[in-house]
C-alpha cells in the first residue's frame, strides 16, 4: 500500500514540474507496453508556454472539441502523492474513455493507466483503479455503461492482478491483430 496520501487530480499548471519529473522517468524506461507518454515530447512539455497547450488539449478532449476520428472524449487524472515535507509528486495516470467505440469495445475499454516506473509493484496501481471507479461513481466523468469495460494482455500480470483486485469479472478473451497475445476483457461494476 501507498504508505503517504494519494489522490487523483486533473492536470494543472501547478503540478508541471512534477509531471515532468515523472514524464522523464518514463520515457527514460524500457518498456514493453504502449502508453501515451511514450509519444510526448518532453523538452516541449518542459517549456511553460507548451505544456498550457498541452493542458488545454487535454481540456478540448474532455469536451469531446476537436477529436481525431475515432476518438471519443476522455477525461485525465494525474495520480499524485503527498510526501511528508508536503511536497506533491506526480505517481501516475488514468484515462477515462467516455463512452466506447468498435476498436474500444474489443481493445482498450474505459480505463487506461501508466504508473511511474520508480513507485510500480508497491500497491499504487491497484489504487489508482480504486480511485478511479470512485470519480465514475461520482459522474467525474459520467460513463456509457452501468459497468466499467477493463481490457488488459493475458501476460500484463500486474495489470490483470489490479483489475481482478478492484471487482472485475471476467469476460472473454480476444485475439489481437500481429500479436500472440491474448487481451482480457472484464467487467468492473462502480455502483
Ligand atoms: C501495470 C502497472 C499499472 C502496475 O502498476 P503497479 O503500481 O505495479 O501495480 P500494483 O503495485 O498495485 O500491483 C498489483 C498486483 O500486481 C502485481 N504485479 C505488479 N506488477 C507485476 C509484474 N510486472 N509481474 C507480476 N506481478 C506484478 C503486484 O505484485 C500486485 O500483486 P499483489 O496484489 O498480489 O500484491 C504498471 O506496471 C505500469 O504502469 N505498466 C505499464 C503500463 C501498463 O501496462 N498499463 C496497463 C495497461 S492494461
Same mark, same amino acid.
Given at each position: ?19 515532468? %519529473? ?18 510526448? %515530447?518532453?523538452?516541449?512539455? &518542459? ?17 469531446? +472539441? ?21 511536497? @506533491? ?5 488514468? &484515462? ?5 467505440? %468498435?476498436?474500444?469495445?474489443? +481493445? ?17 496501481? *491497484?489504487?489508482?483503479?480504486? @480511485? =478511479? ?11 456509457? =455503461? ?8 493475458? =501476460? ?20 489481437? %491483430?500481429? *500479436? ?12
Amino acid at each position: 500500500m501507498p504508505k503517504n496520501a494519494v489522490f487523483l487530480l486533473k492536470p494543472q499548471l501547478a503540478h508541471h514540474r512534477a509531471f515532468i %519529473d515523472g514524464l522523464s522517468e518514463l520515457q527514460a524506461h524500457q518498456h514493453e507496453r504502449y502508453y501515451v507518454e511514450e509519444n510526448l %515530447d518532453l523538452a516541449q512539455l &518542459s517549456n511553460k508556454k507548451f505544456f498550457k497547450e498541452y493542458l488545454a488539449y487535454l481540456a478540448e478532449q474532455e469536451l469531446g +472539441i476537436n477529436l481525431a476520428p475515432n476518438r471519443v472524449p476522455q477525461s485525465i487524472y494525474w495520480l499524485m502523492e503527498e510526501q511528508t515535507d508536503g511536497q @506533491l509528486v506526480w505517481i501516475g495516470r488514468v &484515462s477515462i474513455r467516455h463512452r466506447l467505440n %468498435d476498436k474500444l469495445r474489443k +481493445i482498450g475499454g474505459h480505463v487506461g493507466y501508466v504508473i511511474r516506473p520508480s513507485a510500480r509493484r508497491q500497491g499504487y496501481g *491497484s489504487r489508482l483503479l480504486a @480511485l =478511479t471507479l470512485e470519480k465514475i461513481r461520482q459522474h467525474q466523468p459520467k460513463i456509457d =455503461t452501468k459497468q466499467a469495460l477493463l481490457t488488459c494482455d493475458e =501476460t500484463n500480470l500486474g495489470s490483470k492482478k489490479i483489475i481482478e483486485k478492484n471487482g472485475g469479472i471476467f469476460a472473454n478473451s480476444l485475439v489481437q %491483430d500481429d *500479436s500472440p497475445v491474448r487481451k482480457l476483457r472484464y467487467w468492473v461494476p462502480y455502483t
